[in-house]
């Protein structure tokens, strides 16, 4: 490596620098470029702010409909010292949480266990196609009150719902990741005596970890869609009640203002994903724009 020239984005390197020196130069371009991607996401995100205030103020744009940032904080604020008129904030968050996180483990495990059994047997997989995308074929939102008349206004109805949101999102990934194995790694298993299990266990689950977590990321999401979906339809507690009265009273800091709450928890919960990935998958290479 240092008897030849290369080039990277730090810069270019005779014949003779080190290999130290490569690594250093390698880590501060690295370094530097995170620092980049910070600043223009925070530049973007105070710009689009200002301009926003801005046009409230003006009457550019309808604060009536609109409300601005300042408006927004200032809900938010009351709602964490003062409480809403339905409870305290924390309560209505630990409710909408609840439902999500129940309805996202569950639809998770289910949606990773039936993907890779069906996508090891054919046979089944042929069998139960035609259900699968039939039940698939239903909007997911008109779920809601169907569960909430069977299961009721409480905390089922919403799991539930949460819970298809995310079933047929990670089912799909997992399915897709077995059938996309590496062939030549289940035959070198098989020639070495693997049983179906230990192919299973040892070589497909780890293969399809990349379309199973990729399908995770977003799924978080949608068990906070469903969860918010069932509390907007009919509930006692939850973000979705709040956001269901904000509409009712035609208060749009208070609905900005839940809508703010649901995106640094989304936030929050796509940046633990990335940790736990990031933990159990060290085998994998680093993307390209890491490493660079």
Known sequence: MTDATIDIRAGSFRPGTSDAEIEAAAAKAAQHRRRTVIFWRYAILIVFLAAWEIAGRKAWIDPFFYATPSAIAQRLYEWMTEGTSEGPLWY???????????????????GIIIGVALGRNRMAADIFSIYIKVINSIPRVVLAPIFIMILGLGLAS??????????????????????????????????????????????????????????????????????????????????????????????????????????????GAEYLMTMVENRLAKWRPQPLHETQ
């Open 92 to 110: 209505h968050l630990y409710v909408t949480m609840e439902e999500s996180v129940l309805g996202f483990v569950t639809g998770s495990v289910a």
């Open 158 to 267: 919403k799991v539930a719902l949460a819970f298809i949101m995310v079933f047929f999102v990670v089912f799909h990934n997992a399915f897709q990741g077995v059938r996309e194995a590496d062939r030549a790694m289940i035959a070198n298993a098989r020639i070495l005596g693997a049983s179906d299990w230990q192919l299973t266990r040892s070589v497909i689950v780890p293969s399809a970890m990349s379309w199973i977590f990729a399908s995770l990321h977003v799924s978080f999401g949608f068990a906070i869609i469903g969860a918010i979906v069932g509390e907007f339809v009919g509930s006692r507690y939850g973000i979705g009640l709040l956001i269901n009265i904000a509409k009712g009273s035609f208060d749009a800091a208070g609905m900005y203002a839940a809508i703010v709450i649901i995106m640094v928890v989304a936030l």
